[in-house]
């Protein structure tokens, strides 16, 4: 792979993709809506909007590999959800695909399996269970990928992020079990990037957390070895005794679980 498009270049994690990359592929285009600042050496900058599919085409042409970052990137309103994450994931695919790219690394989310119960430990092969609209529209991500892979041959890899933000430390309890540090989020990237052959993958973007709840041992053939774990600020967060959401507390989604909440988690089994 030597051509890549990241795109939501200019986000938190576009950012830290873009640094962590830089220098190590011949061609890195970098696409956003919003500012990227100017092209670095081996770098290509690109204003455009995935839910303009022409715009799209001309963004994937020469491209081996996108990664796809962009959209909705939390819980929001049905019509942004849809335009973004649905139509405009959509799109990125679509233009994928006839400009012969090779592979799609998504970014999808664990909220798009939020509702399992946190006692469970969860794997890559858990049926979907989307605990808000942006979760519904990460399955459908999902979804895309596992389509475009059978039908068209596209190698694709299904990040379910847990919690990657700014500054590089996890800020509460839950975060303790999510959290992946930058340079484990490049690591996973550059492995679903350069691992030579696989036809469709999901995995959990987490870093080597001690109390993560997720088996990610389905990364492990891509070589992906995170470097952190979230242990180190276990003491200073857990000493604030913060108390989370009782809804929350009981998923895997954390506080997507209890928005909007009018069911009942007894039945939630
Ligand atoms: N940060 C996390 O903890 C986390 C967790 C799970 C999944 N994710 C997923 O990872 C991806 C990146 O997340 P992030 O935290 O960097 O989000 P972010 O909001 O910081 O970045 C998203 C980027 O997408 C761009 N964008 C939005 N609409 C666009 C459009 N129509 N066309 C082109 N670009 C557009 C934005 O300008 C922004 O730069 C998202 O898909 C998000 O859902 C993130």
């Known amino acids: 792979m030597k051509r890549i498009l990241i795109t939501g270049a200019a986000g938190q994690i576009g950012k830290a993709v873009r640094a962590g990359l830089r220098g190590g592929y011949p061609l890195i285009r970098l696409l956003d809506v919003a500012p990227l600042g100017a092209a670095a050496d081996g770098e290509e900058v690109v204003t455009a909007d995935i839910r303009d599919s022409a715009a799209m085409e001309r963004a994937t042409a020469g491209i081996d590999c996108v990664v796809h970052l962009a959209g909705q990137s939390t819980e929001g309103e049905w019509e942004k959800v849809l335009q973004l994450n649905i139509e405009g994931c959509y ?37 979907p269970r989307p605990d808000t609209r942006y979760g519904i529209s990460k399955v459908f991500g999902e979804a895309l990928g596992r389509h475009y892979a059978d039908k068209h041959g596209i190698s694709v890899a299904c990040l379910r992020i847990g919690t990657f933000i700014v500054p590089d430390r996890p800020k509460d309890a839950r975060q303790l079990l999510t959290w992946i540090s930058h340079r484990d989020m490049v690591q996973l990237v550059r492995r679903c990037i350069d691992h030579p052959d696989y036809h469709f993958v999901v995995v959990y973007g987490v870093s080597n957390n001690l109390r993560s709840r997720w088996d990610n041992t389905n990364a492990r053939f891509l070589g992906y070895r995170p470097q952190d774990d979230s242990e ?29 909440f009018s069911g009942d988690p007894e039945k939630i089994e």
Do not use: C, W
């Open 91 to 127: 799109n990125v695919f679509e233009a994928a695909r006839h400009s012969g790219v090779k592979r799609i690394v998504f970014a999808s989310s664990n909220h798009a399996v939020g509702f399992h119960r946190r006692e469970r430990f969860i794997d890559d092969r858990v049926l």
């Open 232 to 260: 180190k600020f276990a003491a200073e967060i857990l000493a604030r005794g913060e108390k989370e959401n009782e809804i929350a507390a009981q998923f895997h989604g954390g506080f997507y679980t209890p928005m909007e």
